[in-house]
């Protein structure tokens, strides 16, 4: 029973494309994130979703676009591919209350590189 | 100034050892921090919350001290499985979001 799920795993494309990865959790947590690492491990959030509302949305070029058809659903759409895209794009997510509440369960990470 | 600074490592220890990780942040407002364990490859994983009273988990001992800003995390009797990338984490002090230091690489060698 995966908790938190990541569609690809990978990911190679071409700069100047679009692609999207999906992530889903069955933790029945309110919240959910994208986070990016890159090549130097830096893990860096980037979006936040709250019962499908966007409450953190960090310095991000606009060519990303997060989408939340339901709570337990975050869905990452990038456009024009650049190379400095290619990184680790994890989702994760956390129940919404308590101290708890910043307690983080990650995805198994999509790892893109863009060419 | 980095939020969060960890000492990248990596720390090189026997079997058995016990070894000692530090931490700092800046944001005086953060309340909850945490450590978090990453092996290469695979997604950061929770380790243990940090609490001012500081707690203990098995092997893994946590303390925080508010006035310095500092986090520590004490492994004893250390194994090889332990082996792995430990990231300390704090939030932003009320704007639902953590923040993660950059890991301290631990690698345990027979």
């Known amino acids: 029973d995966t908790a938190v799920s990541q569609t690809p795993k990978y990911l190679v494309t071409q700069m100047g494309n679009d692609k999207s990865i999906k992530c889903e959790q069955n933790?029945?947590?309110?919240?959910m994130y994208w986070y990016k690492q890159d090549s130097k491990k830096f893990l860096k959030i980037m979006f936040s979703y709250n019962n499908k509302e966007l409450i953190i949305n960090e310095t991000v070029p606009n060519r990303f676009s997060p989408k939340s058809p339901d709570k337990a659903h975050l869905n990452l759409h990038i456009n024009s591919l650049e190379l400095g895209d290619s990184a680790v794009y994890f989702c994760a997510s956390s129940p919404r209350t308590g101290f708890s509440s910043y307690e983080q369960y990650f995805g198994p990470g999509t790892r893109l590189t863009v060419t | 100034r980095k939020e969060v600074e960890q000492d990248p490592g990596p720390f090189n220890v026997p079997e058995g050892a016990t070894v000692a990780f530090n931490c700092t942040y800046s944001n005086s407002a953060s309340q909850s921090f945490f450590w978090y364990r990453q092996d290469c490859r695979k997604e950061p994983k929770l380790l243990m919350s940090?609490?001012?009273s500081g707690n203990e988990d098995g092997r893994f001992t946590a303390q925080l001290n508010r006035a310095s800003q500092y986090i520590s995390l004490l492994i004893r009797d250390s194994k090889l499985s332990d082996s792995a990338t430990y990231l300390c984490v704090g939030d932003s002090g009320g704007y639902n979001k953590l923040i993660f230091g950059a890991g301290t690489r631990l690698a345990v060698h027979p």
């Open positions: 940090v609490y001012s």
């Open positions: 933790l029945g947590h309110d919240t």
